[in-house]
C-alpha cells in the first residue's frame, strides 16, 4: 500500500495536526526532493508551527479540502516543515519571502525547483480569489501551467533568487562598533514609541522585550529618566492590558491594536521568559513591586501550565479551541454572572470592563459579539483610589474571584499545548528563572530551572558533546542551531551567578568552545546559524537581525564577553570584538532592530566589572553581601564568589586573576574588578553600592 501522507510518524504537533490531510504531505527529507526530480514536478513548501491561528485557517480552507488537494498532488511535490522545529529552514524562505514580496509571515508558501531554489513565494493564501488576492484554485494550474511551458523563466527567476541571497551573505562589511550607536537606538526609540500606550510602532504591536532591556541599560549607563518611563509605560500598559491574561496569568504573543486590549491569544514560551526578565530588571531598577508581582505571575504560569513532567518546558499553547480563536478567554455578562456573587460580579466588571453586549468585536462581521476580553483601564491603584476600600481587601477579594473564574474557566476546552521542548527556549526560561531565584529570593525557582538543565544534559546532549534542538515524546533529535547553544549558554551563565556552582561555568565554556568550533565564520566572524557539519541548504546564513526575540548572535556575543570577564579568557574577548565588527556595518542603518546586541556592545565599550566577592563558604556576611549584590540592578557588573575555606576551589582554576584575593581577615570582602585590575577591597556593603550609583 502506498503511503500518500508521510506525516503521521512524526513528532512535532504541528505536522501531525496535517497528517491526515488529503494532501499527499511530505517531511523535509531527501526523498521528497528525489521524487521532485523523479517526477519532474515542483515542490511546495508550506512552513508553520502548531499554535497559528492563519496556519489553522488555511489548513481548514485548502489543505483539508479534497478539490485543492487534488491540484497541489497533480502539480507539485508538498513538503511541510514546522519552524520551531527546523528555524533554519524557516530563516532562509521567510528571507526569501521578504527580498520577493516586501513582507513575511506564516503560514510562509514557497514554491521551487527540485534544487530547492524557490521561484514563488507568499504567505496564507485563500482557497478562492480574495479582494484582489490570487486563490489557490488559480494559482496552483497558473504555476503548473508555468512550470510546463515557461521552465526557462522558472530558472532565470530561481537563479535570481539564488543570486540575490548568495549577494546578500557576502556583502557584510567588517567595521569597528562606536559607542554613538547606542545614542542613535535611543533616538529610533523615542520616535517610535507610543507616548500614549507604550510600546513601540502602531498596531499590531508585540512586547519586543529586548527594547525595554536596552532602555534599562541607556537610562543605567546615560542618567537619561526617559528611557526608564519608556520601560515603565510599556509594562505597566502591558499588564493591564488585554495581552495579559489576568486569571491564568502570562502574555499572549500581541496586540491586534495600539491600547494591548485585543490580543492574538497564542502563548509562547519565549516570550514568557524575555518578558519576566524585563519586569525583573524593571523591579530592580525601581524597586516598584508592581514588577516583581507581574515576574512571578509569569513563572506562576509558566510552572503551572507549560512544564513538563521530564523537566524541561513546553513550547506554546494556541490562540484556537473549539475552532475560535479566543473562545477560551473570553467571557459573557451572564457567565460572570452566575459564577459570581452580585457585590463580586461588581467589582469584577468595574475592573476588567465586562459589558453585557461585550467589548469584543467579532473580525468577521464587524459588531460585538456579547463576549469580553478582561482588560484594565487604570492601574489597580487608581482603581482603589475610587472606591472607598482599602487596597489589601480589594486585592483579596480580586484573588477569591480569580479563583471562582479560573475553576469555570477550566471546566471548558482548553487550546491545544504544543508539548515539544525546545533546546533554546528552554534556555531563556532557565535564564529567567534563576534569575528571578536572586532578586526575588525565591528557591523554588532556581529549583525549576536546575530541573530543566539537568534535562537537557541528559536528553539533548549528545555522547559526542553536540546539543540536538527538540525533544518530544520520548525522541530527541535535529542538529541544534545557534540559538540552540547561545541561549542555553546564557542560562547557564545565569545559573552560575546564582549559584555559583561551578559545574554550570564549565558546562558552559565546553559547550561555547563546540559553538566557535562548529558555527564560527573563519574570514568575516560572527556565528552561521548553523553548523558546519549538518546538512547544507542552498544558503549557509549568518545574521544578526532581531525579531520577536534576541538573535543567536546578539546573545552568543553577550556570552563571550560575559565569559571572557569572568574567565579572563582573551580569545572570547578577541571574538566578541570580531562579532561586534562583523555586524556593525548592517547594524548601524537601522539600530532599533538589533537592541539585544547593542546592549552587548554596551557591556563591551566599558565600563564593565566583575564583582569578587570572597569569604567562607557557609558566613552570613559573605551570604548577606552576595544577596544585597544580587538584588541590585547593576547591568554591567558580573559577581563571583571565591570560597576562603576551600585553598584549592575550582573557581581559582577557572578564574586565575580570584586566585590572589583572599579578603581582608575573616571577613566577607569584595573587590571590583575592571578588566581584572581589582581595585580596593572592601567589607562594607554600602560602598559597593554607591561605588555603582
Given at each position: ?9 512524526e513528532?512535532s504537533?504541528?505536522?501531525l495536526?496535517?497528517a491526515?490531510?488529503p494532501v ?11 521524487k521532485s526530480?523523479e517526477?519532474?514536478?515542483p515542490?511546495?513548501?508550506s512552513?508553520?508551527?502548531?499554535t ?5 485557517v488555511?489548513?481548514h ?7 485543492v488537494a ?6 507539485f ?7 520551531e ?5 524557516d530563516?532562509l524562505?521567510?528571507?526569501?519571502c521578504?527580498v ?11 514554491i521551487m ?8 513565494a507568499g504567505t496564507?493564501i485563500p482557497?478562492e480569489?480574495?479582494f484582489?488576492r490570487m ?5 496552483i494550474?497558473?504555476?503548473g501551467?508555468i512550470?510546463?511551458?515557461?521552465r526557462d523563466?522558472?530558472?532565470?527567476s530561481a537563479d535570481q533568487v539564488l543570486?540575490?541571497l ?7 562589511k567588517?567595521?569597528e562598533?562606536e559607542k554613538?550607536?547606542?545614542d542613535?537606538?535611543y533616538?529610533q526609540?523615542?520616535?517610535l514609541?507610543d507616548?500614549?500606550q507604550?510600546g513601540?510602532?502602531t ?7 529586548q ?8 537610562w ?10 519608556m520601560?515603565?509605560r510599556?509594562?505597566?500598559a502591558?499588564r493591564?492590558?488585554?495581552i495579559?491574561?489576568?486569571?491564568g ?9 495600539n491600547?494591548?486590549r485585543?490580543p ?7 516570550d514568557q ?9 524593571t ?8 514588577y516583581a508581582?507581574?515576574?512571578r ?7 503551572t501550565?507549560?512544564?513538563s513532567p ?5 513550547s506554546?499553547e494556541?490562540?484556537?479551541?473549539e475552532?475560535e480563536?479566543g473562545?477560551?478567554y ?6 460572570v454572572?452566575k459564577?459570581?456573587?452580585p ?6 466588571r ?10 469584543f ?8 459579539d456579547g ?7 487604570e492601574?489597580l491603584s487608581?482603581?482603589?483610589g475610587?472606591?472607598?476600600i482599602?487596597?489589601a481587601t ?6 477569591a474571584i480569580r479563583e471562582?473564574?479560573?475553576s ?7 487550546p ?7 533546546t533554546d527556549?528552554?534556555g531563556m526560561?532557565i535564564?529567567a528563572?534563576?534569575?528571578a531565584s536572586?532578586?526575588?529570593e ?5 529549583k525549576?530551572?536546575e530541573r530543566?538543565t ?7 546532549h ?6 540536538l534542538?527538540r525533544?518530544r515524546e520520548?525522541?530527541a533529535g535535529?542538529d541544534?542551531?545557534l540559538d540552540?547553544y547561545?541561549?542555553?549558554i546564557?542560562g547557564l551563565?545565569e545559573?552560575?551567578e ?6 554550570y561555568l564549565?558546562t558552559?565554556l ?9 558555527f564560527w565564520?573563519q574570514?568575516r566572524?560572527g556565528?552561521?546559524f548553523?553548523?558546519?557539519d ?5 544558503v ?6 532581531e525579531?520577536a ?7 552568543a556575543?553577550f556570552n563571550?564577553i ?6 579572563g ?7 566578541a570584538s570580531?562579532?561586534?565588527?562583523a555586524?556593525y556595518g ?6 532599533a532592530?538589533y537592541?539585544?546586541?547593542l546592549?552587548a ?7 564593565s566589572y566583575?564583582?569578587?566577592?570572597t569569604?567562607?563558604?557557609?558566613s552570613?556576611?559573605?551570604?548577606e553581601?552576595?544577596?544585597?549584590i544580587g538584588r541590585?540592578y ?14 584549592d576551589?575550582?573557581?581559582?582554576t ?14 566577607a570582602?569584595a573587590?571590583i574588578c575592571?578588566e581584572?585590575?581589582?581595585?580596593l577591597p572592601?567589607?562594607?556593603?554600602t560602598?559597593?553600592?554607591k561605588?555603582?550609583?
Open positions: 500500500m502506498t503511503i500518500s501522507n508521510r506525516l503521521i510518524n513528532k504537533p504541528y505536522l495536526q496535517h491526515h490531510n499527499h504531505w511530505h517531511p523535509w527529507h531527501d526523498s521528497a526532493f528525489e526530480k517526477e519532474d514536478k515542490i511546495f513548501l512552513i508553520g508551527y502548531s497559528c491561528h492563519w496556519c489553522h488555511m489548513a480552507e485548502s489543505f483539508e479540502n479534497r478539490e487534488h491540484l497541489l498532488n497533480e502539480t511535490i508538498n513538503i511541510k516543515v514546522d519552524r522545529e527546523r528555524p533554519d529552514i530563516k524562505y521567510m528571507t526569501v521578504q520577493m514580496t516586501g513582507s513575511g509571515g506564516w503560514p510562509l508558501t514557497i525547483t527540485p534544487d530547492k531554489i524557490p521561484f514563488f496564507y482557497r480569489n480574495h484582489g486563490g489557490m484554485m488559480e494559482l494550474p497558473r504555476i501551467k512550470w510546463k511551458d515557461s523563466d522558472v530558472q532565470r543570486f540575490a548568495q549577494r546578500m551573505e557576502k556583502e557584510t567588517t567595521v562598533p554613538k550607536i547606542l542613535a537606538a533616538r526609540l523615542v520616535e514609541h507616548l500614549e507604550g513601540f510602532g498596531a499590531p504591536k508585540f512586547p519586543t522585550a527594547h525595554l532591556l536596552f532602555l534599562l541599560r541607556y543605567k549607563g546615560q542618567g537619561i529618566t526617559e528611557a526608564l518611563a520601560v515603565e510599556t509594562l505597566q502591558m493591564q492590558g488585554g495579559y491574561d489576568h486569571l496569568f502570562g502574555f499572549h504573543r500581541y496586540s491586534v491594536d491600547r494591548w485585543v492574538h491569544f497564542e502563548k509562547m514560551l519565549y521568559a524575555m518578558l519576566a526578565m524585563a519586569y525583573l530588571e523591579f530592580q531598577a525601581t524597586g516598584k513591586k508592581e508581582a507581574t515576574a505571575e509569569i513563572f506562576d504560569y509558566v510552572l501550565d507549560l512544564t521530564v523537566g524541561g518546558f513546553y506554546a494556541d490562540a484556537d479551541s475552532g480563536e473562545r477560551f473570553l467571557w459573557t455578562d451572564d457567565e454572572e459564577a459570581l456573587d457585590e463580586e460580579a461588581h467589582l469584577f468595574m475592573i476588567y470592563n465586562v459589558e453585557a453586549s461585550g467589548n468585536v467579532d473580525e468577521t462581521s464587524g459588531r460585538k463576549k469580553n476580553i478582561l482588560f484594565m483601564s492601574s487608581e482603581t482603589v475610587r472606591l472607598s482599602p487596597e480589594v486585592l483579596e477579594k480580586i484573588a471562582k473564574l479560573l469555570v474557566r477550566n471546566s471548558r476546552i482548553r491545544q499545548r504544543d508539548d515539544k521542548i525546545l527556549w528552554n526560561m535564564a528563572l534563576a534569575r536572586v532578586i526575588l525565591e528557591p523554588a525557582y532556581l525549576a530551572a530543566a539537568r534535562f537537557i544534559l541528559q536528553t539533548l549528545t555522547e559526542k558533546g553536540r546539543l534542538h525533544y520520548g525522541d535535529i541544534a542551531h540552540d547561545a541561549f542555553f546564557w551563565i545559573l552560575f546564582a549559584t555559583f556552582d561551578t559545574a564549565k558552559a565546553t559547550l561555547t568552545n563546540d559553538m566557535i568550533a562548529h565564520d574570514k566572524g556565528f552561521y548553523t553548523a558546519a549538518t546538512d547544507p541548504l542552498i549557509r546564513q549568518k545574521d544578526a537581525a525579531g526575540i534576541p538573535s543567536g548572535n546578539s546573545v556575543l563571550l560575559r565569559l571572557g570577564l569572568v574567565t579568557n582573551s580569545d572570547y574577548m578577541k571574538r570580531v562579532t561586534g565588527s555586524f548592517e547594524i548601524r542603518k537601522s539600530p532592530g537592541t539585544h546586541f546592549s556592545l554596551d557591556l563591551a565599550f566599558g565600563p566583575t564583582i569578587v566577592v569569604g567562607k563558604k557557609e552570613k556576611d559573605a551570604k553581601m552576595i544577596e544585597t541590585a547593576l547591568p554591567t557588573a558580573l559577581l563571583i564568589f571565591r570560597p576562603t575555606d576551600e585553598p576551589a575550582e573557581i581559582i577557572l578564574a586565575p586573576f580570584t586566585k590572589e584575593l583572599s579578603g581582608i581577615g575573616e571577613k570582602t573587590y575592571d581584572h585590575a581589582c581595585k572592601t567589607t562594607d556593603i560602598k559597593i553600592m561605588f555603582f550609583s
